[in-house]
């Protein structure tokens, strides 16, 4: 990991505290950027590239829990929290919406260390999956019309003979799509496609029903 693939916000009001995890974060190699309340780190345009957000719980706008339930529908680093008011139910709340790691002050570095390193794989991960997704999309908008039509009842298990019935076309051109379909989505099986329907939340209408093929 290098300070030039990845970055570590910072937002807690105590600029002791800013400084003392910039200087921590210096010396194990990561690019760190701080920010003393809420407001300022959703103003700030952001590197975009794998981070973490080390959030403190009590700050001068908003409490770090709500600014986690704010910002929880967008895309946002994993969380890190930490504070020097640890109790039980935040810290379950906290996790519960997703945070990596809740710590109370005085924490060890190592601990520290060890949540923003989880955090940071935790995110290349999110985006490698985000970017997947993008280009799969990016693939189905390609299809035509038909093409569309065609893609869920094939990955419904229809035969093609049922299929093409439910399309009111032959089994000869529903099998020209059904190719058309697996070679622009880039699946190299029925499986495959299925998958990637899955991932698309493609809706499934149909079930395969007694029938010939």
């Not at 020097?84 to 379950?92: A, E, K, L, M, Y």
């Not at 709340?93 to 710590?103: E, P, W, Y």
């Not at 390609?142 to 009111?168: I, Y």
């Not at 051109?173 to 998958?195: E, Y």
Request: one cysteine or more.
């Amino acid at each position: 990991m290098t300070a030039d693939d990845h970055v570590v916000f910072i937002v807690d009001d105590d600029e002791r505290i800013q400084e003392a995890l910039g200087e921590l974060l210096d010396a194990q190699g990561m690019r760190s950027i701080a920010f003393g309340s809420a407001g300022e780190y959703v103003r700030a345009e952001k590197p975009d590239r794998p981070a973490c957000l080390i959030l403190d719980v009590e700050l001068p706008d908003i409490n770090g829990l709500e600014l986690q339930r704010q910002i929880a529908k967008g895309e946002h680093p994993p969380i890190v929290f930490i504070t020097g008011h640890g109790d039980i139910p935040s810290s379950v709340q906290a996790i519960k919406h997703g945070a990596v790691d809740f710590l109370t002050k005085p924490f060890s570095d190592a601990d520290l260390m060890a949540a923003v390193h989880a955090a940071i794989s935790e995110d290349r991960i999110r985006r490698s999956e985000r970017a997947e997704i993008s280009e799969l999309r990016q693939r189905y908008l390609e299809l035509t019309p038909r093409e569309r039509d065609v893609l869920p009842l094939v990955v419904s298990g229809l035969l093609n003979k049922q299929a093409a019935s439910e399309l009111g076309i032959s089994e000869v051109t529903l099998q020209i799509h059904r190719r058309n379909v697996m070679q622009k989505m880039g699946a190299a099986s029925l499986a495959d496609l299925v998958r990637i329907a899955e991932r698309l939340e493609i809706p499934i209408t149909h079930s395969r029903r007694a029938g010939g093929n």
